[in-house]
């Protein structure tokens, strides 16, 4: 949208019409609210302000408000977006702004979804760092220019907010996949020296619902928040489970 | 749902495919060019070797990489159990290469 565009739209001052999505795992709609336009307003605001003045039974879910909990995200105009950190003036349009739950999520009520299949996939793809050392060794010495640590730094800063598993259309089509967030995490472990669990994690991300299902669509870097690439990553784990089988460095 | 043995049997008929197709065009755009009747192309490739390897392989190789992303693509669009999805690559790889394979006998043997 063009800066003038936005300009002639968004007018603090004024007020927003915005829907809202309420229901449950039974079911549910859209909402129509009214809510006063401020200057520098984010969605997580307007969401806000609604349960606040207007619906005090509306359910979301929050923590930090500076885009590092990871907690806020939900889906802004039918495309997935951290809240808290997204100006109203960067997605309003001509229609009102319209909020609803994590895509590819089930619900638990209003804008809060069921983040449980998310983060059991994680652990399926054993996102647990497994150390290699006691508390008694010494502390492993890694330099930042190490190729596997810059692999590893590369997409590490992964706040776990689902953004990229909303806007995956291959976790939409295949509910076993694993999905972005949970591979990536894989990804930044076995590029980690430290972590003694390759070989078995190999297996975990190579197996039915594994890396193998990823079609590069993208849409994870598109939308990451931290402007991740978690296909990349993905391609990193397809690249090395698949030298690993050939070479024989695992049994699958 | 592709694990580990299904991309990389995807990936290296796709290896052995791409050249192929390029020998494949190349050898459509000569006989066109050319203007080779039937005959003239069935007495180039009845009995000979060469041609039946290189559209044999070619028909293998088709019948393993279009299994497996046919696969993907039903299990995607219509959530069919994953119970079937070995049977049913099975199944069309074996019927595209019995298909591919009757083909490449009529213009060699």
């Excluded at chain 1, 190729?147 to 995956?168: F, H, L, Q, S, T």
């Amino acid at each position: 949208m063009s800066k003038q565009r936005e300009t002639e739209l968004y007018r603090p001052g004024e007020t927003l019409a915005v829907k809202v999505w309420r229901g449950n795992a039974n079911g549910g709609g859209f909402h129509a609210y009214t809510v006063p336009s401020q200057e520098s307003q984010t969605v997580l605001d307007v969401v806000t302000w609604i349960q606040q003045n207007a619906e005090p039974t509306l359910t979301y879910r929050f923590a930090c408000r500076v885009g590092m909990c990871g907690s806020c995200a939900m889906m802004v105009n039918g495309e997935p977006r951290w809240t808290c950190r997204t100006h109203v003036k960067k997605v309003i349009g001509d229609k009102p702004l319209e909020i609803a739950p994590l895509r590819n999520l089930p619900v638990i009520k209003d804008l809060a979804a069921d983040m449980a299949e998310f983060f059991d996939k994680w652990t399926a793809a054993r996102g647990q760092f497994q150390p290699s050392q006691s508390r008694d060794d010494a502390m492993a010495a890694i330099s930042p220019d190490e190729p596997r640590r810059a692999a590893a730094n590369a997409a590490i800063e992964c706040i776990n907010c689902a953004v990229c598993y909303a806007a995956c259309d291959t976790v939409a089509a295949n509910p076993g996949y694993l999905g972005p967030a949970a591979l990536n995490r894989a990804w930044t472990l076995q590029s980690d020296v430290r972590d003694d669990a390759f070989a078995e994690r190999l297996d975990a991300v190579s197996a039915g619902g594994g890396c193998f299902n990823c079609h590069s669509h993208q849409s994870c870097m598109t939308y990451c928040p931290n402007e991740l690439n978690p296909t990349a990553s993905i391609a990193g784990l397809k690249r090395l489970s698949a030298f690993s089988y050939l070479t024989g460095g695992k049994s699958r | 749902m592709i694990g580990l043995r299904l991309y990389l049997a995807q990936r290296i008929s796709a290896l052995v495919m791409a050249p192929l197709v390029i020998g494949h065009i190349a050898v459509m755009i000569y006989a066109v060019q050319n203007g080779l009747s039937a005959v003239e192309i069935l007495s180039r490739t009845q009995g000979s070797l060469w041609w039946g390897g290189f559209y044999g392989l070619f028909v293998a190789a088709v019948a393993v990489h279009a299994a497996i992303g046919v696969r993907a693509i039903i299990y995607e669009t219509f959530g069919t159990h994953v119970r079937w999805l070995d049977p049913l690559t099975w199944t069309i790889g074996l019927g595209l290469f019995l298909l591919g394979g009757r083909a490449v006998a009529a213009v060699v043997l």
